[in-house]
């Protein structure tokens, strides 16, 4: 059995305005799951229907088996048995670090998962230092610590790491990984970076519009985008027109496509190794970005009022302005989508 099952889910501020539409999905106990996409696109909404903050318009949430959310009745956060964790720690500021870490406590047993808690994320020493007096990645640290003192089944993350700077990003996602799996907590994290995600989630959900576009693990979504939204977000790929794709194969390359059957106006994801440039006067494509990645140069032509954007080796190093030919590398394999697509999950009851 799920852990946590939410079953079409459909929620609104204002009538008429959707801010999740028709959501179901299972997270197993153990698992991390990671809701992405874009600002708006809902995923605080879910994460506070889950977490008891707001009651759904339709549909139910249950929690180890038992009902939590529903249009009729909705469990009051604090007896969900689910912790959270805020993009801006949320400590209490007049509390030092233990009085924070400790909290939530309600048993003895709380009391040394707390202890416990404090060593492992290394802040142990910090205890009677007040929030004022940690920096970004400690107040985090202690925020989690918070969070899991209680033992909840289920640890709710809302964008934990955006504030912090790139080192102590990268080192606290592993060491939620690890503090995760130690506690036997299963976690939801929002996020907006799909590298983030990608990294640390044992399956993502990707939202646009409310709605949900793709479920799956990392490896899953890599290989297999299942809309051109996924493709451009979450792969940040090339996803052209097919007869802009049509036009640079008729230089000689064949390609072959994967995916849903060929109309003139579906699109198509091109992968970094199906293309090659050459600086050439006479070729469509112009470069109209550089940007410098330290072993490459990631690059940006416009080509048929479409944008490519390609990383290449460093000493191919081109002048702003310049026009290219890219063509695509023999047996180059794309991926088909059809047009408009709809999202799996849509469509109004
Ligand atoms: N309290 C509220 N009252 C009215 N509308 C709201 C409220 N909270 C969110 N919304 C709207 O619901 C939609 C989803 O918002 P939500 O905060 O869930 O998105 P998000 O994906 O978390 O965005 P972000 O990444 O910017 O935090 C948006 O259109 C937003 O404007």
Known sequence: MALLEATHLWHHYSPGEWA???????????????LLGPSGCGKTTLLRLIAGFERPVQG???????????????????????????????????????????FGCRTAADQRRAEWLLVQLGINELKRRY???LSGGQRQRLALVRALAPGPQLLLLDEPFSNLDVEVRLRLRSELRQ???????????????????????????????????????????????????VARFVLQGNVL?????????????????????????CDV???????AVQLDANGSAKLVGREFLGDEWLYQFELQGELLRLKVPLEQELELGSFCRISLQPGA?????????????????
């Not at 194969?249 to 496509?257: C, E, H, L």
């Not at 991926?335 to 408009?340: N, W």
Request: some cysteine; aromatic content about 6%.
């Open 20 to 34: 999740l539409e028709d959501i179901s999905f299972e997270l197993e106990a153990g698992e991390l799951i990671g």
């Open 60 to 102: 139910s949430i249950s929690l180890g088996g038992q009902l939590i959310s529903s249009p009729q009745r909705c469990l009051p956060p604090e007896r969900r048995g689910v912790g959270m964790v805020f993009q801006d720690y949320a400590l209490f500021p007049h509390l030092d670090a233990w009085q924070n870490a400790s």
């Open 131 to 133: 929030p004022h007096e």
């Open 179 to 229: 503090v995760l799996a130690e506690c036997g907590v299963s976690a939801v994290m929002v996020t907006h970076d799909p590298q983030e995600a990608l990294a640390v989630c044992d399956r993502v959900a990707v939202m646009k519009d409310g709605g949900w576009h793709q479920y799956a693990s990392p490896r899953q979504l890599v290989a297999e985008p299942a809309t051109a939204f």
């Open 241 to 265: 027109p097919l007869s802009c794709i049509q036009a640079l194969a008729d230089g000689g390359a064949a390609f072959g496509v994967a995916g849903a059957p060929a109309t003139p106006d």
């Open 269 to 275: 994801l091109l992968r970094q190794d199906c293309l």
């Open 333 to 349: 394999k794309a991926l088909l989508f059809p047009p408009a697509v709809a999202a799996p999950a849509l469509g109004r009851s």
